[in-house]
C-alpha cells in the first residue's frame, strides 16, 4: 500500500470546510471580483473585468505575483500589466499579450 | 514548524498561531498595495471577518440580516482591513479585525441606520419624482466651475478634486452630495443608476475620494481650508 494516511489536521480542516457553518459564513468571492471591476473602472483602468478576475484567481491561489507567475509560467510584468493596466506608452490590451 | 495552539484571546474568534502568521503575511501583502491579497483574505480568514460583522450587527440589536446584505458588508469589511492593513501591527497578538474593531463596527453601523432611520415621506417623494426641467440643469462640474470663477473656497476645491481624481469620480462625489442635500434617503443608489455603478461602488468611490481629499488638506498647507468643508466631514 502505497497511499499515505492524511494527517489528522488535514482531516480537520477538510471537516470544517465541508461544514455548512462554514459555507454560511465564506465570503462571495465572485461579488468581491465584480465590485473590484467596478472600483477599476472607476478609476479609468484600461481593462477593469480583466485585472478583477486575475486579481481574484491570484487571490484565490494565494500567491504573490511573483509566485503566480512562475506557477503559471509568464513573466511576472505580464501580470502587473493585466493587474495595474497600462503606463500611457502601452499599446497593447490584455487580449493581445 | 510553528505550534498550533490558539492565540490569546483578544476577542472575536481566535486563530491557530501558523494561520496568524499567514494572516500577518497577506496584511503586509495588503498593505503594500496587492489587491489580489484582499481576495486571499476573504477566501482564508472569511468565517472570522464575517463572524465579526455579525458579532457587531447582533450588538446593534440586529439578529437577522439577509445573506445578501451580509455578503455586502463582509466585503466592506475586508476594504476596511486593506485600508488599514499598513497601520495594523502584528506584535500585539490582536486580530485586524479586532484591533480595528471601530471601523468594523462603523461598517455595521452604516447597514443598521440605512434600515433604522424613519423614512422622510417628503424625501422619498422627491426621490422618486421627476425633476422638473433635468435635462437643462448644468451638471455638477460645470458648476463648480462656474462658482470656482467667483468663489476662492470653490477653485481650491475643484484643484483638489482634480488632484486626487478623474473627472468622472469627482462628478459622482458631487452629485451624491448633492442628492444627500435633498434629503434623497438611498443616494448612492439614486447616483448609481446615472452612472451605471452598483450603490457600493458609488460609495467607495465617494468614501477614497474625500479620504484623499482629507490627506490633501493634511499634506499641504495650501489646501488647509478644505478641512472645514463639510463635504469633507460627510
Same mark, same amino acid.
Given at each position: 500500500?502505497?497511499?499515505?494516511?492524511?494527517?489528522?489536521? /488535514?482531516?480537520?480542516?477538510?471537516?470544517?470546510?465541508?461544514?455548512?457553518?462554514?459555507?454560511?459564513?465564506?465570503? /462571495?468571492? /465572485?461579488?468581491?471580483?465584480?465590485?473590484?471591476? /467596478?472600483? !477599476?473602472?472607476?478609476? %479609468?483602468?484600461?481593462?477593469?473585468?480583466?485585472?478583477?478576475?486575475?486579481?481574484?484567481?491570484?487571490?484565490?491561489?494565494? !500567491?504573490?505575483?511573483?509566485?503566480?507567475?512562475?506557477?503559471? %509560467?509568464?513573466?511576472?510584468?505580464?501580470?502587473?500589466?493585466?493587474?495595474?493596466?497600462?503606463?500611457?506608452?502601452?499599446?497593447? %490590451?490584455?487580449?493581445? !499579450? | 514548524?510553528?505550534?498550533?495552539?490558539?492565540?490569546?484571546?483578544?476577542?472575536?474568534?481566535?486563530?491557530?498561531?501558523?494561520?496568524?502568521?499567514?494572516?500577518?503575511?497577506?496584511?503586509? +501583502?495588503?498593505?503594500?498595495?496587492?489587491?489580489?491579497?484582499?481576495?486571499?483574505?476573504?477566501?482564508?480568514?472569511?468565517?472570522?471577518?464575517?463572524?465579526?460583522?455579525? #458579532?457587531?450587527?447582533?450588538?446593534?440589536?440586529?439578529?437577522?440580516?439577509?445573506?445578501?446584505?451580509?455578503?455586502?458588508?463582509?466585503?466592506?469589511?475586508?476594504?476596511?482591513?486593506?485600508?488599514?492593513?499598513?497601520?495594523?501591527?502584528? =506584535?500585539?497578538?490582536?486580530?485586524?479585525?479586532?484591533?480595528?474593531?471601530?471601523?468594523?463596527?462603523?461598517?455595521?453601523?452604516?447597514?443598521?441606520?440605512?434600515?433604522?432611520?424613519?423614512?422622510?415621506?417628503?424625501?422619498?417623494?422627491?426621490?422618486?419624482?421627476?425633476? #422638473?426641467?433635468?435635462?437643462?440643469?448644468? =451638471?455638477?462640474?460645470?458648476?463648480?466651475?462656474?462658482?470656482?470663477? +467667483?468663489l476662492p473656497e470653490c477653485a481650491l476645491l475643484q484643484e483638489a478634486l482634480t488632484r486626487v481624481t478623474t473627472p468622472r469620480n469627482q462628478a459622482i462625489v458631487l452629485a451624491v452630495r448633492v442628492q444627500e442635500l435633498l434629503g434623497d434617503p438611498a443616494p448612492a443608489a439614486?447616483?448609481?443608476?446615472?452612472?451605471?455603478? +452598483?450603490?457600493? #461602488?458609488?460609495?467607495?468611490?465617494?468614501?477614497?475620494?474625500?479620504? +484623499?481629499?482629507?490627506?490633501?488638506?493634511?499634506?499641504?498647507?495650501?489646501?488647509?481650508?478644505?478641512?472645514?468643508?463639510?463635504?469633507? #466631514?460627510?
Open positions: 500500500m502505497t497511499a499515505t494516511r492524511p494527517r489528522r489536521t /488535514d482531516e480537520r480542516e477538510a471537516a470544517r470546510a465541508r461544514h455548512p457553518a462554514v459555507r454560511r459564513m465564506a465570503i /462571495d468571492l /465572485d461579488r468581491m471580483r465584480r465590485r473590484e471591476a /467596478d472600483r !477599476l473602472a472607476a478609476e %479609468g483602468h484600461a481593462w477593469p473585468e480583466q485585472a478583477a478576475l486575475l486579481l481574484a484567481a491570484r487571490g484565490r491561489t494565494g !500567491l504573490d505575483r511573483r509566485a503566480f507567475a512562475a506557477a503559471v %509560467g509568464v513573466p511576472e510584468a505580464t501580470i502587473a500589466l493585466i493587474e495595474d493596466g497600462p503606463v500611457p506608452s502601452d499599446a497593447a %490590451g490584455p487580449a493581445q !499579450l | 514548524m510553528v505550534g498550533t495552539g490558539s492565540l490569546p484571546s483578544t476577542g472575536g474568534q481566535p486563530v491557530e498561531q501558523d494561520r496568524f502568521e499567514r494572516l500577518v503575511v497577506l496584511m503586509r +501583502r495588503m498593505s503594500e498595495g496587492d489587491r489580489a491579497a484582499m481576495f486571499t483574505l476573504a477566501d482564508e480568514f472569511g468565517a472570522q471577518v464575517v463572524g465579526s460583522v455579525r #458579532a457587531h450587527l447582533r450588538d446593534l440589536g440586529v439578529d437577522h440580516v439577509e445573506r445578501d446584505d451580509l455578503d455586502g458588508l463582509a466585503i466592506d469589511a475586508c476594504e476596511v482591513l486593506y485600508d488599514l492593513a499598513g497601520t495594523w501591527r502584528p =506584535d500585539g497578538g490582536a486580530l485586524p479585525w479586532v484591533w480595528a474593531a471601530h471601523r468594523m463596527r462603523a461598517v455595521a453601523s452604516r447597514h443598521v441606520g440605512q434600515h433604522a432611520d424613519v423614512l422622510d415621506e417628503r424625501a422619498a417623494e422627491r426621490a422618486v419624482a421627476p425633476v #422638473a426641467g433635468a435635462g437643462t440643469e448644468p =451638471d455638477e462640474l460645470a458648476l463648480l466651475a462656474t462658482l470656482a470663477a +467667483r439614486t447616483v448609481g443608476r446615472e452612472f451605471g455603478l +452598483r450603490a457600493d #461602488a458609488v460609495r467607495q468611490i465617494k468614501r477614497r475620494t474625500l479620504q +484623499r481629499l482629507r490627506t490633501l488638506a493634511t499634506d499641504e498647507p495650501r489646501f488647509l481650508a478644505l478641512a472645514d468643508l463639510p463635504l469633507l #466631514a460627510a
